[in-house]
């Protein structure tokens, strides 16, 4: 059974310049970082409120991951859905004829992982992981509330997303204009294509804060700037963060 929003990773360039960013200024404690020598990359977990953010950095250049970074750069990679039983969900998707890159699950940071093929998802990077024990969530400065897409048809992703993974319709335009899905209090927001992005992929992640104004004081501190908005902060990506952030108030 598919339970919550285990994570959303970004793609970063450098693993230690980020976690200048994440772990030093957001104040996001990192629950564990490993070399993954098989998946050519560097990685670190840190709590976001009851999810995680997962930075990942390419090592060596003829990996998924560097090619990515190199073709966009520095950025939102892909979403991790947590599963009760991996092997259980990994067979259930094979036998509805989903596409999938890992075929059996394999050991990642997160646990046991299966990514499923992009073109079985609207064209997005997903991944279904299994934590080895449950570990208690530590209390944070900020938490994940959404993370946003763009796909080609948004209709047909967020079927395909209630398909798959059980999360449930909130607030949604019948012209296609965007649509609200969420799992266990966190929201996975879709829009067309537009503004820029021409190909489907994951574009912002939106957190909330309990100190506002503490953590506007902070980005200002460290020269990172931001714009107040009704949203909140919009915090615009730049090297080291590999996405663009919106935090808003808690509620």
Same mark, same amino acid.
């Given at each position: $059974? %598919?339970?919550? %929003?285990?994570?959303?990773?970004?793609?970063?360039?450098?693993?230690?310049?980020?976690?200048?960013?994440?772990?030093?200024?957001?104040?996001?404690?990192?629950?564990?970082?490993?070399?993954?020598?098989?998946?050519?990359?560097?990685?670190?977990? /840190?709590?976001?409120?009851?999810?995680?953010? !997962?930075?990942?950095?390419? =090592?060596?250049?003829?990996?998924?991951?560097?090619?990515?970074? !190199?073709?966009?750069?520095?950025?939102?990679?892909?979403?991790?859905?947590?599963?009760?039983? =991996?092997?259980?969900?990994?067979?259930?998707?094979?036998?509805?004829?989903?596409? $999938?890159?890992?075929?059996?699950?394999?050991?990642?940071?997160?646990?046991?992982?299966?990514?499923?093929?992009?073109?079985?998802?609207?064209?997005?990077?997903?991944? /279904?992981?299994?934590?080895?024990?449950?570990?208690? %969530?530590?209390?944070?400065?900020?938490?994940?509330?959404?993370?946003?897409?763009?796909? !080609?048809? =948004?209709?047909?992703?967020?079927?395909?997303?209630?398909?798959?993974?059980? $999360?449930?319709?909130?607030?949604?335009?019948?012209?296609?204009?965007?649509?609200?899905?969420?799992?266990?209090?966190?929201?996975?927001?879709?829009?067309?294509?537009?503004?820029?992005?021409?190909?489907?992929?994951?574009?912002? /992640?939106? /957190?909330?804060?309990?100190?506002? @104004?503490?953590?506007?004081?902070?980005?200002? !501190?460290?020269? %990172? @700037?931001?714009?107040?908005?009704?949203?909140?902060?919009?915090?615009? @990506?730049?090297?080291?963060?590999?996405?663009?952030?919106?935090?808003? @108030?808690?509620?």
């Amino acid at each position: $059974m %598919i339970t919550r %929003i285990h994570h959303v990773a970004a793609v970063v360039r450098d693993l230690e310049a980020s976690l200048g960013f994440w772990r030093d200024t957001l104040e996001l404690p990192v629950l564990r970082s490993a070399d993954l020598p098989d998946q050519g990359v560097r990685a670190a977990l /840190l709590a976001c409120g009851s999810a995680e953010v !997962e930075l990942i950095a390419p =090592v060596g250049s003829e990996t998924g991951v560097s090619r990515f970074l !190199e073709s966009r750069g520095e950025g939102l990679h892909h979403v991790c859905f947590e599963s009760d039983d =991996v092997v259980r969900e990994v067979r259930r998707f094979v036998g509805t004829g989903v596409d $999938m890159v890992d075929a059996k699950p394999r050991q990642g940071l997160a646990g046991k992982v299966a990514f499923v093929q992009p073109r079985a998802c609207a064209k997005l990077l997903v991944e /279904l992981a299994t934590p080895a024990e449950a570990a208690p %969530i530590p209390r944070t400065p900020l938490a994940l509330a959404a993370v946003h897409a763009k796909v !080609e048809s =948004v209709d047909a992703a967020a079927r395909r997303f209630r398909d798959l993974f059980g $999360m449930s319709e909130g607030l949604s335009a019948n012209d296609g204009a965007f649509a609200q899905l969420a799992l266990a209090g966190i929201v996975l927001q879709l829009t067309p294509l537009g503004h820029g992005v021409t190909k489907p992929a994951l574009t912002v /992640l939106r /957190l909330t804060a309990g100190d506002l @104004p503490g953590l506007a004081r902070r980005l200002g !501190e460290r020269g %990172i @700037p931001c714009e107040e908005s009704a949203v909140g902060l919009v915090v615009a @990506p730049r090297p080291g963060t590999g996405a663009p952030l919106i935090v808003g @108030p808690e509620r």
